[in-house]
């Protein structure tokens, strides 16, 4: 399966990224290909709800012109893609949540007969750290993110919390046990 990350974290080595990488670690060990994007890098504009994306339906299509026009081709290639991110303030990092608003391009005629999806039957995964509880603080994320995959005509195939992180070095053999069951749900 042709899998693609993207990383929302800033910390190429932080929370976010060690538990990514085990789950790509475990993805690979699988046979499956994996590409990551580190977002933090890349230059990706806000959506300007100009609409113009909807005007050539069947191909991924903006007038700004920067990185999210390549990494959504990526998406729309991808057989599975997993989303991840710190948790900042109830919802995720900047550019990731750029680009999801980005993928506005993906999609015409939603809540129509008509509702076509350049990644309709793809499956969406969403991980996400944070240093506190599940409870008041993440679910809203979550649900945000299930929503998601209504436009875009794609199957949920897992989520992951790893909540009441610190530092990496303190992530523990739970936490990646859970990684590894997470890489497991979402290719099956």
Known sequence: MKVLTLQGGA?????????????????????HEVETVHLQNK??????ACGKCKENPGAVACIQKDDAIEILDKMVEAELVIFTSPLYFWGVAGPLKS???????????????????????????????GA???????EATFT??????????????????????????????????????????IVS
């Open 43 to 48: 230059n990706i504009k806000g959506c300007l």
């Open 99 to 129: 680009l999801i608003d980005r993928t506005y391009s993906f999609y015409v005629d939603y809540h129509r007969p008509t509702h076509a999806s350049l990644v309709k039957n793809q499956r969406q995964a969403l991980l996400v750290t």
């Open 144 to 185: 945000a993110f299930e929503r998601l995959q209504g436009p875009h005509m794609a199957i949920p195939a897992g989520n992951l919390y790893i909540g009441k992180c610190t530092t990496p070095e303190n992530l523990d053999e739970n936490a990646k046990d859970q990684a590894k069951a997470f890489a497991q749900k």
């Open 132 to 138: 506190g509880p599940w409870e008041n603080n993440a």
């Open 11 to 31: 910390r190429k080595k932080g929370n976010t990224a060690t538990v990514l990488a085990w789950v790509e670690e475990e993805l690979k060990a699988m046979g």
